[in-house]
T-cell receptor
């Protein structure tokens, strides 16, 4: 069965600092991996996704993530945090013939001045 | 990617009543998904709705409590029946792109409070 673990339910960074949100997955087949962001009182917005090919994936708002098969990880990074990045971030996996997404528990990112 | 219109955006309901949530997509899609997000928690899939067939429910969710309709390739409804305060959640619909099961779009959600 597929699963996703997000390490750290809350992450706090200073504005301008590096953002690193951790995601590890479990899948018996090559996974498709996603990062979503949820701003307060809003739905989910896709930040980026990995399917096949290049393992470093660039997304919107300056975020990127690297698929590391050997580590079963798909960590999300951004070189310089902005106040507007404060939100909830979800990592998700879709695997094999199943079309549903399995979500991690989420990481709430706080950005302080 | 598809654009999803979900309504109502929020509602406050009395316990014991039912609420039907609508999800309209601007293009035809094969599969639609309904998720629940309980307060402060992640998303849990309720069911997958295919046009012309009964929805497939995940473990812990039953049709009597969450009946789903999928009359065509652009529309679906989720009903939350006989509500209790434990049903207070955000309910979201999602679609996978036609011909491309990678890339899921979500509606803005329905914030339900049961009193």
């Amino acid at each position: 069965a597929q699963s996703v673990t997000q390490l750290g339910s809350h992450v706090s960074v200073s504005e301008g600092a590096l953002v690193l949100l951790r995601c590890n997955y479990s899948s018996s087949v090559p996974p498709y991996l996603f990062w979503y962001v949820q701003y307060p009182n809003q739905g989910l917005q896709l930040l980026l996704k990995y399917t096949t090919g290049a393992t470093l994936v660039k997304g919107i708002n300056g975020f990127e993530a690297e698929f590391k098969k050997s580590e079963t990880s798909f960590h999300l990074t951004k070189p310089s945090a902005h106040m507007s990045d404060a939100a909830e971030y979800f990592c998700a996996v879709k695997a094999g013939g199943y079309n549903k997404l399995i979500f991690g528990a989420g990481t709430r990112l706080a950005v302080h001045p | 990617s598809a654009v999803i219109s979900q309504k109502p955006s929020r509602d406050i309901c009395q316990r014991g009543t039912s609420l039907t949530i609508q999800c309209q997509v601007d293009s035809q899609v094969t599969m639609m998904f309904w998720y629940r997000q309980q307060p402060g928690q992640s998303l849990t899939l309720i069911a997958t709705a295919n046009q012309g067939s009964e929805a497939t429910y995940e473990s812990g969710f039953v049709i009597d409590k969450f009946p789903i309709s999928r009359p065509n390739l652009t529309f679906s409804t989720l009903t939350v029946s006989n509500m209790s305060p434990e049903d207070s959640s955000i309910y979201l619909c999602s679609v996978a792109g036609q011909g491309d099961s990678v890339g899921y779009t979500f509606g803005s959600g329905t914030r339900l409070t049961v009193v």
